[in-house]
């Protein structure tokens, strides 16, 4: 099982459209968490970190449930621009311990 | 201020060189990551750097590729006898501390011929 797991999708929706994608991770020590955005051919930038609140930025919203061990990423309102590929990112306990990234989903906003 | 930069942007070689990729971290920044992406794939984690700590060269996928950080702050990626599979854009990444988010560099796309 790898350690960070997400749907490659692609999720292809309608311009107005809420969607929302998960994020799972193995370690249950990871601390810190991130939600990246990619645009094609371009360096990921992050998007938001995820708290253990949940944290909110205008149309998006980024939610963390440790029980179950998966963080989420909820978009409202999606807008053309939105289509990227959106990357998790997960960090363990220690400062040793690397970000480890997910392998992406793909996201599609149609007009 | 000034983001992760990185150099050269484009570096076409020929099979068996050797290349050197540089990054400039942001100011202060205790962590550096090198990756991989090959088109259309995820990033490839290579080797992890921490302040003054043991790197952490457990993605290197060779013992052609090799990494040094000096000072704390400017980190070269080597690769010796480039492959044609090392063809793919190399991206650093660097964070305040290791809790923090990663700022990436714009990547360092590499073919070779």
């Known amino acids: 099982r790898k350690e960070v797991e997400q749907d490659p999708g692609p999720f292809n929706v309608p311009e107005g459209a809420t969607v929302a994608f998960n994020c799972t991770y193995s370690n249950s020590a990871s601390q810190s968490f991130f939600w990246y955005r990619q645009d094609c051919r371009k360096e990921p930038k992050l998007l938001m970190s995820v708290y253990s609140s949940g944290n909110e930025d205008g149309r998006f919203t980024a939610q963390l449930n440790r029980a179950s061990q998966y963080i989420s990423l909820l978009i409202r309102d999606s807008k053309l621009s939105d289509s990227a590929t959106y990357l998790c990112a997960v960090k363990g306990y220690s400062s040793a311990s690397k970000i480890i990234f997910g392998s992406g989903t793909r996201l599609s906003i149609r007009p | 201020g000034a983001g992760v930069s990185q150099s050269p942007s484009n570096k076409v070689t020929e099979k068996g060189k050797d290349v050197e990729l540089r990054c400039d971290p942001i100011s202060g920044h205790t962590a550096l990551y090198w990756y991989r992406q090959s088109l259309g794939q995820g990033l490839e984690f290579l080797i992890y750097?921490?302040?003054?700590?043991?790197?952490?060269k457990s993605g290197l996928p060779s013992d052609r590729f090799s990494a040094e950080r000096t000072g704390g702050s400017v980190s070269t990626l080597t690769i010796q006898r480039t492959q044609q599979e090392d063809s793919a854009v190399y991206l650093c990444?660097?964070?305040?501390?290791?809790?923090?988010?990663?700022?990436f560099g714009p990547g360092t796309r590499l073919t070779v011929t």
């Open positions: 750097f921490q302040g003054n700590s043991a790197p952490d």
């Open positions: 990444a660097s964070s305040l501390v290791t809790e923090s988010e990663q700022y």
